[in-house]
């Protein structure tokens, strides 16, 4: 289920920079701007994880926290996996 998900969120990703690039040819904000501002949004993410998840030692957090997210947002939407 979980790589569904995955799937999932690549197919959304891919939509969005598609997304990104027309608003931008639109006359709207510069596709680096919004990598940018969605780079730093993601870092800050990432740290809230590490802070939330009280793993140790630093290659361990990076290991862990991107399966440890995805399994809590499952248990809270109650999603069997």
């Known amino acids: ?4 998900l995955l799937l999932f969120m690549l197919f959304g990703f891919s939509y969005g920079i598609i997304q990104f690039e027309q608003a931008e040819k639109a006359g709207g904000m510069q596709l680096w701007l919004a990598g940018l501002v969605l780079a730093t949004f993601g870092i800050g993410l990432q740290i809230s994880i590490f802070n939330t998840a009280k793993a140790t030692g630093a290659f361990n957090l990076l290991k862990n926290s991107s399966t440890w997210f995805l399994v809590t947002v499952l248990k809270a939407i109650k999603l069997k996996y």
Do not use: E, N
Request: cysteine-free; aromatic content about 24%; proline content about 0%.
């Open 1 to 4: 289920m979980v790589s569904y």
